[in-house]
């Protein structure tokens, strides 16, 4: 599987950007996909993920009610959402997949990852 995201950028506080992650090699509604990210001189943390099927989605408290993740699997696109941005969202912003069922909030529980897109958020 390969996981090409795109969509990053600068943005004021309160603003929004979409992230978009295209998945080759693989049926896309065959995997579990997530949202983590990583600011400089941190670890990757989770953000967000969707079940195979689209009907569960889990978010970290940080994000919980101002990013919505959603899928495309006749386009085999990953949505990332992300609304009332602030200053702390600044990150390399990184998609991942997985075969498995369970929507782990762990960076072991992903096969597969994207390269990142650098989202800024200026206050």
């Known amino acids: 599987v390969q996981l090409q995201a795109s969509g990053g950028g600068l943005v004021q506080a309160e603003g929004s950007l979409r992230l978009s992650c295209a998945a080759t090699g693989r049926t896309f509604s065959d995997l579990t996909a997530g949202w983590f990210r990583q600011a400089p001189g941190k670890e990757r943390e989770f953000v967000g993920v969707?079940?195979?099927?689209?009907?569960?989605?889990v978010y970290a408290d940080s994000v919980k009610g101002r990013f919505t993740i959603s899928r495309d699997d006749a386009k085999n696109l990953l949505i990332l959402q992300m609304n009332s941005l602030k200053p702390t969202d600044t990150a390399k912003y990184f998609c991942?997949?997985?075969?498995?069922?369970?929507?782990?909030?762990?960076?072991?529980?992903?096969?597969?990852w994207g390269q990142g897109t650098q989202v800024t958020v200026s206050s």
């Open positions: 991942a997949a997985t075969h498995r069922n369970s929507a782990s909030r762990t960076t072991s529980g992903y096969e597969w």
């Open positions: 969707i079940s195979k099927n689209g009907v569960t989605t």
